[in-house]
């Protein structure tokens, strides 16, 4: 179930499907950036990226993933190009935590 939704969750984000993506996250995900709590709840989260998946120009791959139960670990490489035009790109681990039935953690670890 957690790496069908990585995998939905990815795919929306690669479209810029501000809605598809927010779907598979739970009402009240907590997004972490290393062990910080960056944000609550998936009004905050839709307004985290919304400006982002309007302006588009990004994407990510996961060539790997682990998982186990409840859990799910990627490997993204990220791309995205900036205001200025400039693309950057980087690798980082991304976590993920079942809580009923959508995503309720998501940690970015690099």
Avoid at 18 to 43: K, N, Q, S, V, W
Wanted: include cysteine; aromatic fraction near 10%; charged fraction near 30%.
């Amino acid at each position: 179930m957690i790496v069908d939704l990585a995998t939905r969750q990815l795919a929306a984000y690669n479209r810029a499907d501000l809605d598809g993506f927010c779907a598979c996250y739970h009402p009240e995900i907590r997004m972490f950036a290393g062990e910080e709590l960056e944000l609550t709840g998936r009004e905050a989260f839709r307004e985290r990226y919304a400006d982002m998946f309007a302006r588009g120009g990004f994407g990510g791959t996961v060539p790997s993933r682990l998982s186990h139960g409840d859990h799910c670990v990627d490997e993204e490489h990220w791309w995205r190009i900036d205001e200025s035009g400039e693309r950057t790109s980087g690798v980082i681990l991304v976590r993920y935590k079942l809580r009923d039935g959508l995503i309720g953690v998501v940690q970015f670890l690099d």
